[in-house]
């Protein structure tokens, strides 16, 4: 569904029709193709037949609802993933995080915020595909692009992510604390308390691990929080 030079794929899945066309127009208007879907099992067939840029998920979805779709999009498929929810309890932040998401927004939302996650989550996506210069063969952060090398390999992390591992590699050997990690992570999860951490570190290990499978750089310390051991 996407590819260089061509206007990238974002596959919208929203039950909601007039939030699905507001989407879809914006995310026209931003130089993408949006496809979108009112039913989560056939919007998961068309991802594994070509897997698009990026995908929009609505979390209240019929039938098979996004939290399912999440996990089975991650079984196959790495395009990075923002989740639409309208619940405000921590827990069901927490659950989109676990099942493989990227981000997340808040309904009622603005189009144009929305929009702007899209296009920061395929920067990030690509950047790591086909970056300018390969990174060294150990671990680097790049402060200005905005994301991190794992055995020479950038990582597809989302911004939060980012922070994350990015202030575990700045300090190899020292452990943070859960909070610690929250104050250095996205203004997007104030709301959220610090075992938000623990999604966030679990989705950083399974990226490491794609690059990695014998990998196990990100520490727990029990009680405390976590350390980067190179």
Partial sequence: MTGRGARRTVVIIEDDPKIRAVLADYIAAAGHEPATFSDGGVALK???????????????????????????????CAAPILMLT????????LRGLDAGADDYVCKPFSA????????????????????????????MVDQVGMRAAWKGQWLTLSPTEYQILASLMRQPGRVFTREQLLDRSSDHFRDVNDRAIDSHIKNIRRKIAAVDPSSACVASVYGVGYRFDP
């Fill in 46 to 76: 068309a991802i594994m037949e070509a897997p698009p840029a990026a995908i929009i998920l609505d979390l209240m979805l019929p039938g098979l609802d996004g939290m399912a779709v999440c996990a089975r999009v991650r079984q196959h």
């Fill in 112 to 139: 144009r915020e929305v929009v702007a996650r899209i296009n920061a989550l395929i920067r990030r996506a690509e950047g790591r595909v086909t970056q300018a210069c390969a990174p060294p063969a150990g671990y």
């Fill in 86 to 93: 309208a619940k405000v309890e921590e827990i069901d932040r």
